[in-house]
């Protein structure tokens, strides 16, 4: 497929056939398709084919003999093969700009056209034509075939005919005798056909356009890069328990009901149940949820999570293409495939205009003949209005453009991925926001701490923050790292002592220590006082963490642990309003923790408690509705919804799989580069749009003098000339594009 409307033309064929409903992604290259009666995959194969194209049918995720993954294969064939067309086309786009810019230089500067330039040029310019321009000429053909017109028929015919024009004049006219010159004049006479070249348009035309495929084909290899990314997380290696001694293996050798060895900081190597041994299992990447799960015997666990605490021996339950980090990336896929491919806008323009142009080149030829002027006269003018009808400028439009305003964004911390992305920008009515890592920093902070009367919180951050930093739960080390940062280097604890479940215990500096639940220092008969028990109350009421912390025979005070808001968040809400967007808190964290953060930035709904499928299936609900919906995540929990949304954008701070799911990366994680990111990408959309009409506009203005028989070579380059400068000048505007933060 050579542009969105191959992908249209495919999904329209499949469509006609009963019982099939079809979608198909010109960026992944994927077809979805959902078939019943008496259809077989064969018979929509050969619909494909029937249409011009090749496909196959993806490769099953089963384990290869080799203990390689099946579909790791595919997934790398898909890669060679994008490698190959990529590779093809910078080596095509070398040969042409090399080649084709003596003969621009020759065609516009009368000081270089010495004796026989114009076979020089030929000698030049008709590698470029014929075998640079080949995929623009193929899908031509293509396109004539299915009766369809797009930009690559309007490339193939003008350079095709600036080529043919240029061997008749060359062969059967006067062009080619010695000392032939194009005189540097824009004057509007008529001319005599048989005496003009036109090599410089065409083989400009193929070079420049070439330059913007080569960019935009290196931005859709980055399509199935989530996938990869999403199936990098799991676990590489896993040990097996087998007749008491540990083996280790390839992780996907493990089978249903093996058992398994996970130590503290490895990942779980699949879904499972916790057979023997407690610790805390950091979720984030299932859940969002910053705060780790505390795990036990008979606890479920995921595999690619990790064990942040203590040793687990697991029993594995689901594997291979069961597990939910498999199902994860199912649901990548599917909203990858499933997503609308926006049609280019050249491709639109030229559906209308490559008609249009062949109509009045052959209205000028039947006029000519009709007329009595002579048969040269009557297909030079005819000839002409195809060769000016190929502007170059269409080749700069959409990639120039982009080029210039995401380098502009690069500089702001915005990286867009590419053309398809900037047409969502303009609809979208409506924001989700994930919480963890995206409205909030994602770690847990400690936020406050309430000493009983009487009590230094100095003493409190300096004892606690001790016995905590012997620890390696996550929240003891937020507790050991805000305590650090507000006194400085902390004293060693001694006797320490990890309490399954409840918490820490030791002596800091000659004082009997105990943190963690409050029951825990009801075993130590510590009962918090009426005023430190009614704080744990409105804390825990917001959804935050509360450790109580006592020594001496008494509950002294209680911390405060939460996953804090950042400081830019609410502004940056405002910036979204402020675009006409509807900010809503999308969210696997429970309903308190939600309310509590969306009431402090200002979102008024919020959607709390979901999984990543559930937050793909809000996506849908809302596109159901009629809104635009874009999505900013950071996790791996929202790839899923990042790639089904109209617009996904990605914090920089978050995972890769995220990174790659989304069409936008916010590079410094400030939630205001999302305005900035909504903003830069509808101006980068606008002047690709200007852009368009210039190019048109110049080329077709110039079309009646070449019907009229007045076009000379120099006023078509001058007016491919013109166009493009036209469009670099319009685009590098997108520079000045500023963010609209205030601090």
């Not at 490769?59 to 190959?84: F, I, K, T």
């Not at 039947?366 to 009595?372: A, D, E, Q, T, V």
Request: glycine share 10%; hydrophobic share 50%.
């Amino acid at each position: 497929m050579t542009c969105a409307s191959c992908a249209n033309r495919i999904e329209r064929s499949l469509n006609k056939v009963d019982g099939v409903t079809a979608s198909v992604n010109f960026a992944t290259e994927k077809a979805k398709v959902e078939y019943s009666g008496g259809v077989s995959p064969e018979e929509l194969l050969a619909v494909v084919e029937k249409a011009g194209y090749d496909a196959r049918l993806p490769s099953e995720p089963a384990a290869a003999p080799d203990g390689e993954n099946a579909g790791d294969g595919a997934r790398a064939s898909g890669d060679e093969e994008h490698n190959r067309e990529l590779r093809s086309l910078r080596t095509r786009l070398i040969v042409g700009a090399v080649l084709s810019v003596p003969v621009i230089a020759m065609a516009m500067a009368p000081a270089l056209q010495i004796d026989y330039w114009q076979w020089l040029s030929l000698t030049l310019a008709a590698p470029v034509i014929v075998w640079a321009g080949l995929p623009f000429h193929r899908a031509a053909w293509a396109n004539l075939k299915h009766g369809t017109a797009t930009m690559d028929t309007l490339i193939s015919m003008g350079t095709s005919a600036a080529l043919l024009w240029s061997l008749y004049a060359l062969f059967l006219g006067t062009a080619g005798e010695p000392g032939m010159t194009h005189p540097f004049e824009l004057t509007i006479a008529r001319v005599d056909g048989s005496s003009n070249i036109y090599l410089e348009v065409g083989a400009g035309v193929i070079t420049f356009i070439l330059l913007g495929r080569y960019f935009e084909a290196r931005s859709k290899r980055r399509a199935g890069a989530a996938l990869r990314a999403l199936l990098e997380l799991g676990a590489k290696e896993v040990s097996i328990l087998r007749d008491g001694r540990e083996v280790r293996v390839p992780a996907d050798q493990l089978a249903v009901d093996d058992v398994f060895l996970v130590r503290p900081g490895e990942k779980v190597a699949t879904d499972g149940v916790v057979v023997e041994g407690a610790s805390a299992v950091d979720e984030s990447m299932l859940t969002g949820e910053s705060v780790p799960v505390e795990v036990t015997a008979g606890d479920r666990v995921v595999g690619a999570t990790v064990n942040a605490g203590g040793r687990l021996v697991v029993r594995a339950t689901r594997v291979g293409g069961d597990t939910q980090l498999a199902q994860m990336a199912k649901l990548v896929e599917e909203a990858q495939t499933g997503k609308a491919a926006v049609q280019r806008l050249a491709d639109r323009i030229a559906g209308v205009f490559v008609p249009i142009a062949i109509a009045v080149a052959f209205a000028a030829l039947g006029f000519w003949l009709g007329s009595g002027a002579p048969a040269a006269a009557a297909f030079t003018a005819a000839v002409a209005v195809l060769i000016i009808a190929c502007p170059c400028a269409l080749g700069l439009a959409t990639p120039l453009a982009l080029l210039v305003g995401t380098g502009r964004g690069a500089q702001m911390g915005v990286l867009i991925k590419g053309p398809e992305v900037l047409e969502s920008t303009r609809k979208v009515d409506t924001v989700l926001l994930d919480k963890t890592g995206t409205v909030t920093t994602g770690q847990m902070t400690l936020v406050d701490v309430v000493a009983a009367e009487g009590v230094a919180e100095t003493d409190v951050l300096r004892l606690a923050g001790a016995l905590e930093d012997a620890s390696e739960h996550p929240i003891a080390q937020a507790i050991a790292k805000g305590a650090r940062q507000t006194i400085g280097e902390l004293p060693a604890a001694e006797s320490f002592a990890n309490v399954e479940g409840l918490g820490v215990q030791g002596v800091v500096d000659g004082h009997a220590v105990v943190a963690g639940r409050e029951s825990l220092l009801a075993d130590w008969s510590q009962p918090l006082g009426p005023a430190l028990a009614e704080a744990k109350t409105v804390a825990e009421r917001e959804g935050k963490t509360v450790v109580a912390v006592g020594w001496d025979g008494a509950a002294r005070a209680i911390l405060v642990i939460a996953d804090a808001v950042k400081p830019t968040s609410a502004e940056a809400i405002g910036q979204l309003r402020e675009l006409g967007l509807t900010p809503i808190l999308l969210t696997g964290d429970n309903e308190t923790v939600a309310r509590t953060v969306a009431a402090e930035v200002g979102i008024d709904e919020v959607i709390a408690e979901v999984l990543p499928k559930d937050k793909v299936d809000v996506v849908k609900q809302l596109q159901a509705d009629g809104k635009v919906v874009a999505m900013v995540g950071d996790g791996v929990n929202d790839a899923a919804a990042l790639a089904q949304a109209d617009l996904g954008l990605a914090m920089g701070t978050g995972t890769d799989v995220a990174i790659e799911a989304s069409d936008l990366t916010l590079v410094r994680g400030d939630l205001r580069a999302a305005a900035d990111a909504i903003r830069l990408s509808r101006k980068t959309l606008s002047t690709i749009k200007t852009n368009l009409v210039w190019a048109f506009a110049y080329n077709t203005s110039a079309i009646p003098l070449a019907a009229a028989g007045l076009l000379n070579p120099m006023l078509a380059g001058a007016a491919m000339a013109f166009s493009s400068v036209s469009v670099v000048a319009n685009s590098l505007r997108l520079q000045r594009f500023t963010s609209s933060n205030r601090s």
